[in-house]
């Protein structure tokens, strides 16, 4: 039987995006696929690509013209070709033009811009959409938006990815590590962009100094607003401290009292799955897939609205019933979503599908 070999591309790489190829590189290898992903060197050295098995080919970055060349080049002897995200996806189309190599286009994300960019972007939507064999959704919201922008077939694929391993019984340690001992822990881990609702949640953290003790939140990320967030962190004096990116957030997000996810629209949130699976209470923005995901698991409030941000933590950190009713309930909800081992195997069916009505 001859290996199938597909090869994976990434465009810029969110983290979700990212850690799922890297669960699917090692998946698919395991079965004997030959793998190989194409992205930018720097997500080569923060996943480790061949360290799950996968082949590396360097990717320009996306404003370089030779980026489409390399792919064509990588892409040639290729039986799929499996780009995620939107910018991916449209460079795999020109990349594979006129060859009979299915293309699977996997949406994680929406993208966010207003006036003439947003009108750019969603003609690139429907040109990714269109070119694709088969578009994943990543929840039920992003599966319509693929359909409305032409795609012919496209499949909900609730994709399974983690941060690591964590445990709830070592929060302590790394509570004393972080010097937050006597006081509440809150946590959000997320790139700081304009739509991750940062503002909003530096103003719920204003109200959290009236609360005794107050509670220090801790932000793990790193991103263009950086600097303008810590500003305003030292103009207001606020209970909040900007990490930058860590590699240990899921024990990090272990140790936090609440987990507070302030996005303008999410599809399967990593904090939010790893917050579920660990045990830790959740208040989130009902946004996007976020209600999908969670369930009745966490407390939702609506985008934007700073004091229903600061009154469902304050609320949890005064109501330890509620808080371990949460835990215990977002262990519950973890257990019903599909693990990397079944997505894994639900991409390969397809692939096996496309394989196969491509010989026919």
Do not use: N
Not at 117 to 122: K, P, S, T, Y
């Amino acid at each position: 039987m001859t290996q199938l070999r597909t090869v994976q591309v990434l465009g810029g790489g969110s983290a979700g995006s990212s850690a799922h190829v890297r669960s699917l590189a090692a998946g698919l290898a395991a079965r004997g696929v030959r793998v190989t992903v194409c992205a930018p060197t720097a997500l080569e050295q923060a996943y480790d690509f061949p360290g799950a098995g996968a082949h590396f080919a360097p990717l320009p970055r996306r404003s370089d013209p030779a980026v489409v060349g390399a792919l064509r080049a990588v892409c040639g002897g290729a039986d799929i070709v499996h780009a995620h995200g939107l910018h991916a996806a449209v460079r795999a189309a020109l990349a594979i033009s006129g060859q009979r190599i299915p293309l699977v286009v996997t949406w994680h994300t929406r993208s966010h811009s207003e006036g003439a960019r947003r009108h750019v972007l969603r003609l690139l939507e429907r040109r990714a959409a269109r070119a694709a064999t088969v578009v994943f959704g990543t929840c039920s919201e992003l599966v319509d938006r693929a359909r409305e922008s032409g795609a012919r077939d496209a499949r909900l694929a609730p994709v399974a990815a983690t941060w690591g391993c964590a445990q709830r019984g070592q929060q302590g340690k790394t509570r004393a590590e972080l010097g937050v001992v006597d006081r509440p822990l809150l946590m959000t881990v997320g790139s700081l962009v304009p739509h991750g609702g940062y503002g909003t949640l530096l103003d719920a953290a204003r109200r959290w100094r009236g609360l005794d003790p107050v509670p220090l939140l801790m932000v793990a990320g790193e991103g263009r607003e950086r600097a303008a967030l810590q500003r305003r962190i030292h103009r207001e004096d606020l209970p909040v401290r900007l990490l930058g990116r860590r590699d240990d957030v899921a024990d990090l997000l272990a140790a936090a009292d609440v987990a507070v996810l302030p996005s303008r629209w999410e599809a399967r949130s990593l904090l939010a799955q790893e917050a579920l699976r660990l045990g830790v209470p959740l208040v989130a923005t009902a946004v996007g897939g976020v209600p999908e995901l969670v369930g009745e698991a966490a407390e939702l409030v609506p985008y934007g609205d700073a004091v229903a941000l600061a009154s469902a933590v304050s609320r949890l950190l005064s109501d330890p019933v509620r808080r371990a009713e949460l835990a215990a309930a977002g262990r519950a909800q973890a257990r019903t979503w599909q693990t990397e081992d079944e997505t894994v195997a639900q991409v390969l069916s397809v692939y096996d599908e496309l394989v196969q009505s491509r010989a026919g």
